[in-house]
């Protein structure tokens, strides 16, 4: 008789690890798909985060920014005295006409070779008057020819133009306040260089009993010689030219507001 065959269990075991094999795997597979989907929600958020964190920070960073240029600017205006007269005083000459003194400064800027000039009219009426315009304005020592191009006697301001380049003062583009700070430059007395402080005391219409246009009253000291004068705010701008100082009392000088004489000479 033939010898019975004898079956190997080897191939269902196979078959069955196989098949354990394949379903571990696909397990395997689902979990790691979901660990990838939730990494990539998680590095979506954390870039959102990311994004909200960068504006956020950019906004304070602009406010702060904002903030610093706001200091920047106040501490700007601050009221020193020696930092505006340093800045002014290169502009402001005295100025002789026959046997009168005054101030006169430079305005704007110069224009082939010719520099403008501000000063009080009075300073100069005599010279006008005989129908002459010379005048001679004096810096650091040194002279130089000026021509009166232009007056207004009502007013009280004359307009000067020099063949040379000096650099001009800036106008101020609003008007004097009561209460605003303001250095007065000038040559009192023929003394070039003075300079004072105070504040803007008033600013006064026509007719107001002074026989002036409109014009501010101030009360740093000024006395004959400071007449054409630049009286300066704390952004280094005129805001007025000295014109008078009030007879018998202290502390009521009065100027012409420079829109006068920008809107007079068609300077600003």
């Known amino acids: 008789m033939p010898a019975p065959v004898r079956r190997s269990t080897l191939g269902p075991i196979l078959g069955s690890l196989a098949v354990l094999l394949c379903v571990v795997l696909g397990v395997v597979a689902v979990v790691q798909a979901r660990q990838i989907a939730s990494l990539r929600d998680d590095v979506k958020e954390a870039r959102a985060d990311a994004r909200s964190a960068q504006a956020s920070g950019d ?13 920047g600017e ?11 007269a340093a800045a002014v005083l290169p502009s402001v000459f005295k100025v002789s006409a026959d046997n009168v003194t005054g ?13 403008k000039f501000l000063t009080a009219y009075h300073v100069i009426d005599a010279v006008w008057k005989r129908g002459s315009t010379s005048v001679t304005l004096e810096r650091d020592g040194q002279t130089y ?13 004359a307009l000067i133009s020099a063949p040379f380049d000096f650099t001009g003062l800036a106008t101020a583009k609003k008007p004097a306040e009561p ?21 803007v005391s008033a600013v006064r219409p026509t007719g107001s009993g002074v026989g002036l246009g409109p014009h501010i009253q101030f009360d740093a000291s000024i006395n004959p010689g400071n007449s054409g004068g630049p009286v300066v705010n704390t952004a280094k701008e005129v805001v007025g030219i000295a014109t008078a100082k009030a007879n018998n009392a202290e502390g009521i000088g009065l100027a ?12 600003c």
């Open 179 to 199: 209460g605003q700070q303001v250095v007065v430059v000038g040559a009192p007395l023929g003394l070039s260089d003075s300079v004072t402080a105070g504040v």
């Open 145 to 157: 020819p000026g021509t009166v191009t232009d007056v207004d006697q009502a007013t009280d301001i």
């Open 59 to 71: 906004q304070r960073l602009d406010s702060l920014e904002g903030q610093v240029a706001q200091l």
């Open 74 to 84: 106040q501490a700007g205006q601050q009221f020193n005295p020696q930092v505006i």
């Open 103 to 115: 101030t006169a400064f430079a305005v704007g800027s110069p224009s082939g070779g010719s520099t």
């Open 256 to 267: 012409t507001p420079i829109a006068t004489a920008c809107t007079t000479f068609n300077l």
